[in-house]
């Protein structure tokens, strides 16, 4: 096990290995530091085509020590897809599409519930509970029945039902909420301690984005080792663009990519993008948006605790934030899936529709290299899509 110790992405207060935590004494999200000199020692980037299709590929830079706790569904190393025809259509000479549908559960949730499971496993957890849009309910549920632990789901009474029907056909304890994530979240919060649930809400639990980080590693390893012009992210917690940013830097100290960035691009819904009017509005923080509302319900998080983290990448890689219609995401979804076959979740839509506008703004070139992140399946969205 290559951890060194825990961090706060805000105070920088340090806090040891191989222990429970939920957010800095300051209220911020904590991060996993590595002896990455160690990592690159025992993890050659030459060596990972002979191992396991799945993120613990990267062993060496995940934080478990023990492999007997793995709590493990087969998840990441999703494809990345040369979207050649959606490319032709739009006039896109370099599109490609990371289809993180085929993770088990059907979304990229699954990368950081495996490890948040895992690691509560081994670190004796015997009850998980989270407030959730929808997907990472699905994921908590299927990786907790694995563990043997109880699973206690707090969701918005709104959410896509086929999440809801999920949760408890793999045998979760499901809480419909009047309200949207954070008022799951405030129930969560009042009765973990009385209850003995360990809460692994978003970036509130700091091993989750240890599993989504991978979503950077598989991507540099599928493209050579030659990072993408452009990344565009369906962004709500934002777990993935702080996962994605934290791995490019883990592998340049590796030694195993330079200093070029990708721009990142957060990409949000109009009835609920904090992040992107923080971002032109030139702030370090989001401002709560009230009665947040989008189809696209992995997007509707009305604030983001890793907010001034996200917004920090932004910044630092070029990028910017762009938000589009419902209406203009479940179009998005269905060209996507009438022109290359992926019934993509309508966050992975809303994509197609911000590389348009950014094009038309000028922010993208048509012959640059450009990833879109499905982060999940549409069949979990019939009601967005009927
Ligand atoms: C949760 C979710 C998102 C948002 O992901 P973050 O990394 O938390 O910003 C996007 N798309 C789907 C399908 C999701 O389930
Ligand atoms: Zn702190």
Redesign the pocket.
């Known amino acids: 096990m290559n951890v060194t110790h825990l961090y706060c992405s805000s105070c920088a207060k340090k806090y040891e290995a191989n222990r429970l935590y939920n957010l800095c004494e300051c209220g911020k999200p904590l991060l996993v530091a590595y002896n990455l000199q160690e990592c690159a020692k025992q993890l050659k980037k030459e060596s990972l085509n002979q191992r396991e299709p799945t993120l613990w590929r990267y062993r060496e830079v995940l934080p478990l020590e023990d492999d007997r706790n793995r709590v493990t569904l087969g998840e990441g190393f999703t494809p990345l897809v040369n979207a050649k025809r959606l490319g032709m259509k739009y006039g896109y000479s370099n599109l490609y599409i990371k289809d993180e549908s085929l993770n088990p559960t059907q979304?990229?949730?699954a990368r950081g519930m495996t490890m948040a499971v895992s690691m509560a496993k081994e670190l004796g957890v015997k009850k998980v509970a989270v407030p959730s849009?929808?997907?990472?309910a699905g994921a908590l549920s299927a990786y907790a029945a694995l563990a043997g632990m109880e699973a206690h789901i707090f969701v918005p009474d709104d959410t896509p039902k086929a999440c809801i029907v999920e949760c408890k056909a793999l045998g979760a304890h499901v809480t419909l909420v009047d309200g949207l994530i954070t008022d799951c979240g405030k129930i969560v919060a009042e009765r973990k301690e009385a209850e003995g649930w360990f809460d692994v809400s978003?970036l509130k639990e700091p091993y989750r984005i240890e599993g989504?980080k991978t979503m950077g590693y598989e991507l540099a390893e599928q493209m050579n080792w030659d990072l993408p012009d452009v990344i565009l992210?369906?962004?709500?917690?934002?777990?993935?663009?702080i996962g994605m940013w934290k791995a490019f830097d883990e592998m340049e100290e590796m030694g195993w990519i330079g200093s070029k960035r990708p721009r990142m691009v957060s990409v949000q819904s109009d009835g609920c993008a904090p992040i992107v009017k923080a971002f032109h509005g030139g702030l370090e923080h989001g401002t709560t948006i009230e009665n947040a509302h989008t189809v696209?319900?992995?997007?509707r998080?009305p604030a983001a605790v890793g907010d001034f983290i996200m917004l920090d990448i932004l910044r630092k890689s070029d990028g910017t934030a762009v938000a589009v219609s419902d209406e203009e995401l479940v179009k998005g979804a269905e060209e996507i899936g009438a022109i290359e076959g992926i019934f993509a979740?309508p966050?992975?839509g809303a994509l197609l529709a911000a590389l348009e506008k950014l094009r038309d703004a000028g922010e993208v070139r048509s012959d640059e290299r450009i990833v879109l992140f499905n982060?999940?399946g549409g069949i979990k969205y019939l009601e967005a899509f009927e």
């Not at 849009?133 to 990472?136: L, P, T, V, W």
């Not at 992210?233 to 663009?241: A, I, K, N, Q």
Request: aromatic fraction near 8%; proline fraction near 4%; avoid cysteine.
């Open positions: 979304s990229f949730k849009a929808g997907n990472a978003t989504k992210y369906p962004t709500g917690g934002g777990t993935g663009l696209a319900s992995g997007l998080v979740a966050e992975g982060t999940g």
